[in-house]
């Protein structure tokens, strides 16, 4: 059992959770996620880690409260404890001094971005960072992100925060501008990702992107999270989360992301006709 030391809602539909647990928070690095049970006959479920701190002893994770699970994760307060969680998975941030790094992050793909553009910042990179929601309102980290960045930009899809529009199109200004990009590393909704790398891969730009297929493991062993990225099948948990863009196969996730809808919505009508 793991203890929360905080709560706070992020959004109205988002969830930030400070969790005790000092074995997973002094092996994490950035870009790594952790699987999380929240209740002893409860789903498992793979989410991101928005931070972690080795000193506290502390991870911190953000969901997106759309299905049974995350909602209840969503009712969990600070002194309330969480069944298991398994971690840190997958391969961290491939870190290295690239030179200027432009990060692209939508949605719930904020929480993921903090610990990764800091990790850029302190490699010596040069960050650019644009971040997007539909409205002000739903914007996370901003103020996080902003303090990692050399060059920030704030994008909303109804014009209530800064530009109006979406995050690729600051990221096309750049380039027309003939900014000088080493490496874009985009994490969000697949549709963002695939836009974003469908724009750098005729100028040859090397493009990172997180993915976030259905786990059920996290470990390899289910094949639940498989991906197709350069015509070949990896395992997103073992394999990823974080590919090649250009080589991603981002309509076969999107089809594989809406397999378990039907089952989804029962489990999540039965939760709620429970309470």
Same mark, same amino acid.
């Not at 988002?14 to 092996?27: C, F, H, Q, S, W």
């Not at 990179?125 to 960072?129: D, E, W």
């Not at 992100?145 to 990692?148: H, L, S």
């Not at 014009?159 to 529009?165: A, Q, T």
């Given at each position: 059992?793991?203890? @929360?030391?905080?709560s706070e809602k992020?959004?109205?539909d988002? @969830? ?12 994490a690095k950035?870009?790594?996620?952790i ?9 498992? /479920?793979?989410l991101?880690m928005?931070d972690?701190s ?9 969901a997106?409260e ?8 969503g ?5 309330d404890?969480?069944?298991s969680?398994v ?5 961290p941030?491939? $870190?290295?001094q690239?030179?200027n790094?432009?990060?692209i992050?939508?949605? @719930?793909?904020?929480?993921l971005?903090?610990p990764?553009?800091?990790? !850029?910042?302190?490699?010596g ?5 644009i971040?997007?929601?539909?409205n ?8 996080e992100?902003?303090?990692?960045s050399?060059? !920030?930009f704030?994008?909303?899809?109804d ?7 979406f995050?690729s ?5 750049l380039?027309?501008e003939?900014?000088k990009?080493? $490496? ?10 695939k836009?974003?790398?469908?724009i ?5 730009i090397p ?5 976030n ?5 996290g470990t390899?062993?289910?094949g639940?999270?498989?991906v197709?990225i350069?015509?070949?099948?990896? !395992?997103?948990c073992?394999d990823?989360p974080?590919f090649?863009?250009h080589k991603?196969?981002?309509?076969n996730?999107?089809a594989?992301?809406?397999?378990? @809808?039907?089952?989804?919505? /029962?489990? $999540?009508?039965? !939760?709620?006709e429970?309470?």
């Open positions: 059992m793991y203890e @929360i030391v905080k992020l959004t109205p988002v @969830i930030k959770l400070e969790i005790r647990a000092p074995n997973i928070a002094r092996k950035a870009g790594q996620f699987m999380v049970t929240p209740t002893e006959h409860g789903e498992r /479920i793979p991101t928005a972690f080795p000193e506290n002893g502390t991870v911190t994770i953000a997106l759309v299905g049974k699970t995350t909602k209840e994760l009712k969990m307060k600070a002194g404890k969480v069944f969680l971690g840190p998975l997958g391969l941030t491939h $870190l290295n690239y030179g790094v432009v990060s992050g939508g949605g @719930i793909g904020l929480a971005m903090y990764v553009v800091r990790a !850029f910042k302190q490699s990179n040069h960050t650019i960072n971040i997007g929601a539909r002000e309102k739903l914007l996370m980290y901003e103020k992100i902003n303090t990692v050399d060059e !920030f704030v994008c909303t899809d014009g209530s925060k800064g530009h109006h529009g995050v199109d600051i990221l096309k200004k380039i027309a003939n900014k990009i080493d $490496l874009v590393y985009a994490v969000g909704p697949i549709i963002m990702m836009v974003i790398a469908n750098t891969k005729p100028f040859n493009t990172v992107v997180s993915l297929p259905i786990m059920v493991d390899g062993m289910c639940s999270c498989r197709i350069g015509g070949e099948t990896k !395992f997103g073992v990823g974080e090649d863009g991603v196969d981002f309509d996730l999107t594989r992301n809406k397999r378990y @809808i039907p089952e989804e919505q /029962i489990s $999540l009508k039965r !939760f709620q429970a309470k």
